[in-house]
């Protein structure tokens, strides 16, 4: 198993534009999250899934969207990016015992 | 809203000893208390789950407690070594959160040789 794969691991921006991250997971897990993370700071919730076609707002969603089409991928998109979306983002997945997997991270920076 | 306090933001020890982080939330106690393991670039690794009805659980080196009538969760890394070092993050979860987690700020561990 890949576990949780994210692409693409660097990114960099300008001011305004749009992209997607993509996460696909391969562990058959039903909640999958989106986490960003600021230096030296934990995990702020962003758009969290229970179940393919369903999706709900964390701590920090403004500027952010999501979709769950099928259980494998939860993409996040970034419309019209700003320099306070400067950080690192973490797709996650988390199996019937509680424990949470996470990819290797996406850097993004927004100039 | 739930805050999570983790002791300090950096700890510093010899090799050998015992390391001891601490975790402490305010409001109601989480269904759940676990801790992760990060290292610089990569994502957060999952160590150990405790539940709100135990008291203490162990995996070779490591030990957590959770106390919920302090509102906090201690980590032990007995013997330390050097390939400890890396940031540890407490997360809680409740049952009603639809399965979401929150997550201290974490402390980074040294162990010196």
């Known amino acids: 198993n890949a576990g949780v794969t994210q692409t693409p691991k660097f990114r960099i921006l300008k001011i305004g534009q749009s992209m997607t991250l993509q996460c696909t997971q391969d562990m058959n897990h039903n909640y999958m999250y989106w986490y960003r993370q600021d230096p030296g700071m934990g995990l702020k919730l962003i758009y969290y899934s229970v179940g393919a076609g369903i999706t709900d707002k964390g701590e920090v969603p403004n500027g952010y969207n999501v979709s769950r089409s099928t259980t494998e991928d939860f993409p996040l998109r970034l419309e019209l990016a700003a320099p306070s979306q400067t950080s690192v983002y973490f797709c996650?997945?988390?199996?019937?015992?509680?424990?949470?997997?996470f990819g290797e991270g996406s850097w993004l920076t927004v100039v | 809203s739930q805050k999570i306090e983790q002791n300090s933001e950096a700890l510093n020890i010899q090799e050998g000893k015992t390391a001891t982080l601490t975790c402490n939330y305010t409001?109601?106690?989480?269904?759940?208390l676990q801790w992760y393991r990060q290292d610089p670039g990569r994502g957060p690794v999952f160590l150990l789950l405790?539940?709100?009805?135990?008291k203490e659980k162990r995996k070779e080196r490591l030990k957590v407690t959770f106390d919920t009538t302090l509102k906090q969760s201690l980590f032990h890394i007995t013997a330390s070594q050097p390939a400890d070092s890396a940031t540890y993050l407490c997360a809680l979860r409740y049952n009603t959160n639809a399965g979401k987690s929150t997550f201290g700020d974490g402390t980074t561990l040294t162990v010196k040789p």
């Open positions: 996650a997945g988390r199996d019937s015992g509680n424990t949470i997997y």
């Open positions: 409001n109601y106690s989480p269904a759940y």
């Open positions: 405790i539940r709100e009805n135990e």
